[in-house]
């Protein structure tokens, strides 16, 4: 059983080695553990810190691609090196690395393919108030959204399976934390979560530059993952909304035609017409979109058979039948 670490880093030389010497040397179950970067574009001497310390691997990018997109970049790596578990943990310390044998455990006992670390968020004295009363409002949102109870969902402290690592796939550019949620819960993978701790805060978060551009970029992400994997019941809640007005004004104006006033309120005829007609417009863009999201899960699909091809899952799953066949053949059994 093979674990790889992945850390995603930007200009972590400061911080890098410090998370690097938390990480755990031995886990029961697990035979080999080794540790992946993902260097996002640093400007300072993050890959020199980490082939000094002994990273196994380096997933390199010459510009800035973001979060999201550096995060899947390593989960590729990660799958064609012969991960069994990818664990994702943040190059600044904020989680110790002790807990990483508590994360892989629901993986290891077959209970889960997804483990999310959930951080003590009221007792975290580098959290604000502002930012705890978020963060709880942001991870109902996503239980909503997804169908799921993941009490913390933008903690990047994560582990995966390698069959819910080869599924996965992001499409926004700004974070992972709330999209592969959603993605895992509409997708009715097996996911959960275990409590987790944290370090005290060696730098500011790099993540949003402001409150107000977090909570919008976060807004977004989690319309967009709800659109893309409801589509049909995200448009016809929006339908509802000028179809019942419609409706409503409708009504009003029947009433007065049948007292013999309907003359004097056909604006009120025209507007009800309207909403509906702009009711069943979002009706019909909600089934366009389902059946583009029909489609979206048959190339998910491929790139799942795909990403099993590169990551050499078949090979071995050949190799094995062979071997089997073999071993039959040597026993007499019959094939």
């Given at each position: 059983?093979?674990?790889?670490?992945?850390?995603?880093?930007?200009?972590?030389?400061?911080?890098?080695?410090?998370?690097?010497?938390?990480?755990?040397k031995?886990?029961?179950?697990?035979?080999?553990?080794?540790?992946?970067?993902?260097?996002?574009?640093?400007?300072?001497?993050?890959?020199?810190?980490?082939?000094?310390?002994?990273?196994d691997?380096?997933?390199?990018?010459?510009?800035?691609k973001?979060?999201?997109?550096?995060?899947?970049?390593?989960?590729?790596?990660?799958?064609?090196?012969?991960?069994?578990?990818?664990?994702?943990?943040?190059?600044?310390?904020?989680?110790?690395?002790e807990?990483?044998?508590?994360?892989?455990?629901?993986?290891?006992?077959?209970?889960?393919?997804?483990?999310?670390?959930?951080?003590?968020?009221?007792?975290?004295?580098?959290?604000s108030?502002?930012?705890?009363?978020?963060?709880?409002?942001?991870?109902?949102?996503?239980?909503?959204?997804?169908?799921?109870d993941?009490p913390?969902?933008?903690?990047?402290?994560?582990?995966?399976?390698?069959?819910?690592?080869?599924?996965?796939?992001?499409?926004?550019?700004?974070?992972?934390?709330?999209?592969?949620?959603?993605?895992?819960?509409?997708?009715?993978?097996a996911i959960?979560?275990?409590?987790?701790?944290?370090?005290?805060?060696?730098?500011?978060?790099?993540?949003?530059?402001?409150?107000?551009?977090?909570?919008?970029?976060?807004?977004?992400?989690?319309?967009?993952?709800y659109?893309?994997y409801?589509p049909?019941?995200?448009?016809?809640?929006?339908?509802?909304?000028?179809?019942?007005?419609?409706?409503?004004?409708?009504?009003?104006?029947?009433?007065?035609?049948?007292?013999?006033s309907?003359?004097?309120?056909?604006?009120?005829?025209?507007?009800?017409?309207?909403?509906?007609?702009?009711?069943?417009?979002?009706?019909?863009?909600?089934?366009?979109?389902?059946?583009?999201?029909?489609?979206?899960?048959?190339?998910?699909?491929?790139?799942?058979?795909?990403?099993?091809?590169?990551?050499?899952?078949?090979?071995?799953?050949?190799?094995?039948?062979?071997?089997?066949?073999?071993?039959?053949?040597?026993?007499?059994?019959?094939?």
């Amino acid at each position: 059983m093979k674990l790889i670490i992945q850390i995603p880093c930007l200009n972590e030389a400061d911080t890098l080695e410090i998370a690097l010497n938390d990480l755990p040397k031995h886990i029961d179950g697990i035979d080999e553990i080794e540790v992946l970067i993902i260097n996002d574009g640093s400007r300072d001497n993050t890959v020199e810190v980490a082939k000094n310390w002994g990273v196994d691997y380096v997933v390199n990018f010459p510009n800035n691609k973001g979060l999201a997109k550096g995060f899947i970049a390593g989960l590729d790596a990660c799958l064609r090196e012969g991960a069994d578990i990818i664990v994702n943990t943040d190059a600044d310390n904020q989680y110790c690395g002790e807990d990483i044998e508590k994360l892989i455990r629901p993986i290891l006992d077959g209970k889960a393919e997804i483990v999310i670390g959930e951080r003590p968020i009221d007792d975290t004295p580098d959290f604000s108030p502002v930012k705890k009363q978020l963060q709880h409002l942001g991870s109902f949102v996503v239980r909503v959204a997804s169908n799921t109870d993941i009490p913390d969902a933008p903690s990047g402290f994560r582990a995966f399976s390698r069959e819910a690592a080869l599924r996965l796939n992001v499409i926004n550019n700004y974070t992972y934390t709330l999209e592969t949620i959603v993605q895992a819960g509409r997708n009715r993978m097996a996911i959960t979560s275990v409590p987790v701790r944290t370090n005290r805060e060696l730098r500011k978060s790099r993540l949003f530059s402001s409150m107000s551009g977090y909570i919008k970029k976060s807004v977004l992400t989690i319309i967009r993952a709800y659109m893309m994997y409801r589509p049909l019941t995200f448009f016809t809640a929006i339908g509802l909304v000028p179809l019942i007005a419609g409706l409503i004004i409708m009504i009003r104006f029947l009433i007065f035609f049948m007292n013999g006033s309907g003359m004097g309120h056909i604006q009120s005829l025209i507007l009800a017409s309207t909403l509906i007609m702009l009711s069943f417009t979002t009706f019909m863009m909600g089934f366009q979109a389902d059946l583009m999201a029909a489609n979206r899960k048959i190339m998910e699909d491929v790139q799942y058979r795909l990403r099993r091809f590169e990551a050499g899952v078949e090979k071995d799953i050949k190799k094995d039948d062979r071997e089997k066949e073999d071993s039959g053949n040597r026993t007499g059994l019959p094939l």
